[in-house]
């Protein structure tokens, strides 16, 4: 059985998970109109990895007995400097889940939830996973650049990626 501390806390990472599915829905829109069609596809992808991370948890919750609320949603920002920008600012929102992450799985463990602490085990791992693809994509598009034919190669590159995640 959940604390009424963990479940408001669990609901609440329910939110940032579907909120993550949803800034990374609207960077793959912008990517689709800048003719980003690679990066358009994968952020794609991971827009519905993060609606599953969001049905995990919410599974999780009722599992319990107690209830998952659907929360209301912020408007993600839909404006981007560039392709480089747009990563670093998926790599700064990894950090940023991670960091909910880690205080969730801190919380279980001084509350002796160890179901709870053993749930999240999952989203440790898959934190470091996440935070290692995107810090990837930004090393490539520095490194390959985005003049010329290199914005057309980090693009295509980009659609191959996270297909295992
Ligand atoms: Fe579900 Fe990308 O964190």
Redesign the pocket.
């Known amino acids: 059985m959940l604390s009424a501390s963990m479940l408001e806390k669990l609901n609440e990472q329910i939110r940032v ?1 579907f909120e ?1 599915s949803n800034i990374y829905l609207q960077m793959s829109s912008w990517c689709a109109m800048n003719n980003y069609n690679g990066a358009a596809d994968f952020l794609l992808r991971h827009s519905e990895e ?1 609606r599953q ?1 969001m049905m995990k948890l919410f599974d999780y919750v009722n599992e319990t007995g107690a209830m998952a609320t659907v929360p209301a949603l912020a408007q993600p920002k839909h404006e981007y400097e560039s392709l480089l920008k747009l990563f670093e600012e998926t790599l700064e929102h ?1 950090k940023f ?1 991670t960091s909910r992450i880690n205080a969730l799985v801190d919380s279980a463990l001084t509350e002796k939830d160890f179901s709870t602490f053993n749930f999240l085990q999952w989203y440790v791992a ?2 470091h996973e ?1 935070e290692h693809l995107f810090s990837d994509i930004v090393d490539k598009i520095k490194l390959i650049g985005m003049e010329g034919r290199g914005l057309f190669l980090i693009d295509k590159e980009i659609g191959k990626m996270g297909f295992e995640g």
Do not use: G, P, R
């Open positions: 998970e993550s993060e991370h990894e889940v898959e934190q996440e």
